[in-house]
């Protein structure tokens, strides 16, 4: 069973970088590709990047711009998103996910769902 627990959320200044991490604690397997997703409040639930199994492919929501990096260690089971020059718009519940089929292109991630999803961690830029 998949078991997703999302770590790292805190407040922060704008211009800052944080590192989420996203820890399996079930039986994610290696081949499962692992996302990000964010929520704003009273705003619909945004794809932020996703990483195939072997992480050799990485897409990102067009709002990234180079700011965001996803990676995968899969000896860890862990998932980890890397964010710098936050912005208060940034502010979100932040959501890792994970599918069992693998595409190879974001429109997929974004509209067919993710198969398991975490509980969320929440980062806030402060302005």
């Known amino acids: 069973q998949v078991q997703l627990v999302e770590s790292g959320g805190r407040l922060v200044q704008t211009g800052g970088s944080l590192r989420l991490s996203c820890a399996d604690a079930g039986r994610t397997r290696t081949t499962y590709a692992m996302g990000w997703f964010r929520q704003a409040p009273g705003k619909e639930r945004e794809f932020v990047a996703v990483i195939t199994g072997n992480g050799g492919s990485k897409y990102y929501g067009d709002f990234v711009k180079g700011r965001f990096t996803i990676s995968r260690d899969n000896a860890k089971n862990m998932v980890y998103l890397q964010m710098n020059s936050l912005k208060p718009e940034d502010t979100a519940v932040y959501y890792c996910?994970?599918?069992?089929?693998?595409?190879?292109?974001?429109?997929?991630?974004?509209?067919?769902?993710?198969?398991?999803w975490g509980k969320g961690t929440l980062v806030t830029v402060s302005s």
């Open positions: 996910a994970a599918n069992e089929k693998t595409y190879y292109n974001s429109y997929a991630y974004q509209n067919y769902g993710m198969d398991y």
